[in-house]
């Protein structure tokens, strides 16, 4: 057995290196990052100033919208710097901090996009009865529970991936610490941990996704004896946008942590983490705004009033 390294500094291989076509992806990656991080800000500020958003919905939307701005800021600065400065050492605690983040808002993402599932099927089903089965006190209670759920699966799983020794060299082939990459370093027996890890994901990510499905399938059901053609169409048009961020997050969570060992690849990995972790997050306001003629008549008038605002300066 290899001794075990005494340093406690890990080394993130990155997801760039320093060629020019590299350098114009890193260019992309980050133009869509700054992008995600204002879209994902503006769909919050809209759902705070306007009355017309203070429901539901539009919380849990604006909850949606501060998990992609934090996991955007957890991870993007840190690559950045590494590869405009080529230090890329990261410490045992940063590295726990990183893990920790990305599992609560990924298991707490989770759990929100099954309360806005919730959402939907009583609107669509029971509109008349909304007040009483969505209730402001349900949808607090929904949040915090997707926040609470999310933040215990990241500190254990945080908490006992940096407990095993780790003895090989520590070079993380990823461009910011996820628990499955650094398990591969640890010298000791992980059989257990991993067959745990992965159940706990099973029921993170399966659980929600079966309430997901049982909502939207009811969904269906409504929206086909619907009578009018309006009708199906504005159910159609507010559940579709929802489905493609499921689709999208889901997709990719499953593909990083239900996989088997045996068709897992580091390239893979990164390029799909690159996917939930940047270009997820700033599709999410776009799908919510291009589709929801409610947002995009806030936006115009939000770019109307700071028009009017400007000439009034000057």
């Given amino acids: 057995m290899e001794k075990s390294n005494i340093t406690t500094d890990f080394i993130l291989l990155g997801l760039f290196n320093h060629t020019r076509p590299h350098l114009f992806l890193f260019i992309v990656v980050m133009t869509i990052a700054i992008a995600s991080l204002n879209g994902n800000a503006l769909m919050l500020l809209l759902i705070l100033l306007d009355p017309r958003f203070h429901t539901p919905m539009y919380f849990l939307l604006s909850q949606l919208s501060l998990m992609d ?18 230090k890329k050492s990261i ?25 806005m599932s919730y959402d939907r099927y009583v609107a669509v089903c029971h509109p008349l009865r909304y007040p009483v089965l969505m209730s402001w006190q349900l949808c607090l209670r929904m949040t915090v529970g997707s926040w609470f759920l999310g933040a215990m699966d990241g500190i254990m799983q945080a908490a006992a991936t940096l407990s095993f020794p780790f003895c090989r060299a520590h070079q993380i082939d990823h461009f910011f610490c996820e628990a499955p990459m ?55 048009s507010t559940c579709s946008s929802h489905l493609s961020v499921v689709g999208l997050f889901y997709g990719a969570a499953i593909f990083i942590y239900m996989r088997p060992k045996s068709f897992r690849s580091a390239n893979h990995d990164k390029v799909v983490s690159a996917f939930y972790t940047i270009f997820t997050p700033v599709l999410n306001p776009l799908i919510y705004s291009l ?19 400007k000439p009034q300066q000057t």
């Fill in 69 to 86: 701005i934090m996991l955007v800021s957890t991870i993007v600065p840190k690559m950045a710097a590494d590869y405009l400065t080529d």
């Fill in 291 to 309: 589709r929801n003629s409610e947002v995009k008549g806030a936006l115009k008038r939000w770019l109307r009033k700071c028009a009017n605002v």
């Fill in 182 to 236: 650094l398990v591969h370093l640890a010298c000791a027996d992980t059989s257990v941990f991993e067959n745990v890890m992965y159940i706990c994901c099973v029921l993170m990510l399966l659980v929600p996704f079966s309430l997901i499905l049982t909502s939207y399938s009811l969904i269906l059901s409504a929206v086909l004896h619907m009578h009018t053609t309006e009708a199906r169409r504005k159910a159609f």
């Fill in 91 to 115: 410490s045992a605690a940063a590295c726990g901090l990183q893990i920790f983040v990305s599992l609560t808002l990924g298991g707490g993402e989770s759990f929100l996009l099954a309360a």
